[in-house]
């Protein structure tokens, strides 16, 4: 009998820990938390869509209970009463508003609370408070509501918009009869804003370094630094330049492949090099070189006459150390072309430029002092 006895002891004692397990549960999800729960009563007079027992309630935007229960109004059956259970520091007023607000456009539904007046606190004497909500609004309902408004707006607007429709038809036509004067006008209003029919981009001629018959082997070995050539801003560009015979200078579709300045730098430290003379640099190479040759372009161009020449006018001044000017000399060369066509005038601009690059080197020669 002693065994029977124990066993029918701990199956009560497990039942009963299981009950009251059971009911402390029920106790902290209907009736409040650890930290105390109120209820409150949100009543919705005419509906109350979308909101589902579990549903969060918030105060401010920070939430502090959620619905424990719906309920209808036995007296007014358009009426919902959903029972809140509520952190009891929360401050609810009396004169707290109440609202349905969904998170997001399709989100869960939820009660919102907002504001309120401390002087005027929650009567609990009587029971749960209520607090009657604003009306709330179903997003079906709201819907309808727009397409409504739509319906609405083109009915009333139907002859407004068929006179849009016809017009569009009849200015779809008028294009479609006159598409080739419509093209033109557009060409010719791109063009007058410096767009449209972009010229063709322009023939790439390159300035050959000349092989010249100056040798500048036995020179002294002094650092030569060809220092960034000076020009007039017309002369600074990649383009063949004109002087007509009214002297403008004129661009050509003729390009460089760079500006001219640049270029003639580059000429002449290959033009040195070619001769033999191993020591000269570009400005940025030598720190502290022993001579700067400063070159400045006066002119570099085809003089469009009735004999057209290629010019080319070197103003050079050789530099000491001490940043003294040494010597000076000013080299012009001109070659005859036979046109100012793009292949006849660069062949010119060759020939003029190889003259005057002998012309540099020979006065180099002479100019740069022994060490």
Same mark, same amino acid.
């Given at each position: 009998?002693?065994?029977?006895?124990?066993?029918?002891?701990?199956?009560?004692?497990?039942?009963?820990?299981? +009950?009251?397990?059971?009911?402390?549960?029920?106790?902290? #999800?209907?009736?409040?938390?650890?930290?105390?729960?109120?209820?409150?009563?949100?009543?919705?007079?005419?509906?109350?869509?979308?909101?589902?027992?579990?549903?969060?309630?918030?105060?401010?935007?920070?939430?502090?209970?959620?619905?424990?229960? +719906?309920?209808?109004?036995?007296?007014? +059956?358009?009426?919902?009463?959903?029972?809140?259970?509520?952190?009891?520091?929360?401050?609810?007023? !009396?004169?707290? #508003?109440?609202?349905?607000?969904?998170?997001?456009? +399709?989100?869960?539904?939820?009660?919102?609370? !907002?504001?309120?007046?401390?002087?005027?606190?929650?009567?609990?004497?009587?029971?749960?408070?209520?607090?009657?909500?604003?009306?709330?609004?179903?997003?079906?309902?709201?819907?309808?509501?727009?397409?409504? !408004?739509?319906?609405?707006?083109?009915?009333?607007?139907?002859?407004?918009?068929?006179?849009?429709?016809?017009?569009?038809?009849?200015?779809?036509?008028?294009?479609?009869?006159?598409?080739?004067?419509?093209?033109?006008?557009?060409?010719?209003?791109?063009?007058?804003?410096?767009?449209?029919?972009?010229?063709?981009?322009?023939?790439?001629?390159?300035?050959?370094?000349?092989?010249?018959?100056?040798?500048?082997?036995?020179?002294?070995?002094?650092?030569?630094?060809? !220092?960034?050539?000076?020009?007039?801003?017309?002369?600074?560009?990649?383009?063949?330049?004109?002087?007509?015979? #009214?002297? #403008?200078?004129?661009?050509?579709?003729?390009?460089?492949?760079?500006?001219?300045?640049?270029?003639?730098?580059?000429?002449?430290?290959?033009?040195?090099?070619?001769?033999?003379?191993?020591?000269?640099?570009?400005?940025?190479?030598?720190?502290?070189?022993?001579?700067?040759?400063?070159?400045?372009?006066?002119?570099?161009?085809?003089?469009?006459?009735?004999?057209?020449?290629?010019?080319?006018?070197?103003?050079?001044?050789?530099?000491?150390?001490?940043?003294?000017?040494?010597?000076?000399?000013?080299?012009?060369?001109?070659?005859?072309?036979?046109?100012?066509?793009?292949?006849?005038?660069?062949?010119?601009?060759?020939?003029?430029?190889?003259?005057?690059?002998?012309?540099?080197?020979?006065?180099?020669?002479?100019?740069?002092?022994?060490?």
């Amino acid at each position: 009998m002693e065994p029977r006895v124990r066993y029918i002891i701990v199956g009560l004692f497990a039942l009963l820990t299981g +009950l009251a397990g059971l009911a402390f549960t029920l106790w902290i #999800q209907n009736k409040g938390s650890l930290r105390g729960r109120s209820e409150l009563i949100v009543r919705f007079e005419s509906a109350a869509p979308g909101l589902r027992t579990g549903a969060p309630v918030t105060f401010n935007g920070v939430r502090v209970g959620e619905v424990r229960s +719906l309920t209808f109004d036995k007296t007014n +059956l358009s009426a919902v009463d959903a029972h809140l259970a509520i952190d009891r520091d929360a401050p609810i007023t !009396a004169a707290t #508003q109440a609202t349905l607000e969904a998170q997001g456009l +399709l989100g869960a539904v939820y009660v919102s609370l !907002a504001g309120g007046d401390l002087d005027k606190p929650l009567d609990r004497a009587k029971g749960a408070p209520v607090i009657v909500a604003q009306g709330a609004t179903s997003l079906s309902q709201q819907a309808r509501e727009a397409l409504d !408004a739509m319906k609405s707006m083109v009915t009333d607007n139907a002859a407004p918009f068929h006179d849009i429709v016809i017009n569009a038809q009849s200015f779809a036509a008028a294009l479609g009869r006159n598409s080739d004067r419509v093209d033109s006008i557009l060409q010719g209003l791109d063009r007058s804003l410096g767009g449209g029919d972009k010229e063709a981009k322009p023939a790439l001629y390159d300035l050959a370094a000349p092989v010249l018959s100056v040798d500048l082997s036995d020179m002294p070995e002094a650092a030569l630094v060809v !220092a960034d050539p000076t020009t007039v801003a017309t002369l600074d560009t990649q383009r063949l330049i004109v002087k007509t015979a #009214q002297g #403008q200078l004129s661009p050509q579709p003729v390009q460089w492949p760079d500006t001219i300045p640049k270029l003639v730098q580059k000429r002449v430290l290959q033009s040195l090099d070619k001769a033999g003379y191993r020591f000269a640099t570009g400005p940025n190479d030598t720190p502290t070189p022993d001579f700067q040759l400063l070159i400045d372009i006066g002119a570099f161009q085809i003089t469009d006459a009735q004999h057209p020449m290629a010019e080319v006018t070197l103003g050079v001044r050789l530099l000491g150390s001490d940043g003294k000017v040494i010597e000076r000399s000013l080299i012009e060369e001109r070659a005859p072309a036979t046109s100012t066509e793009p292949e006849q005038a660069v062949a010119a601009m060759n020939e003029a430029f190889a003259m005057a690059m002998e012309g540099l080197l020979n006065w180099c020669k002479v100019a740069i002092p022994a060490k």
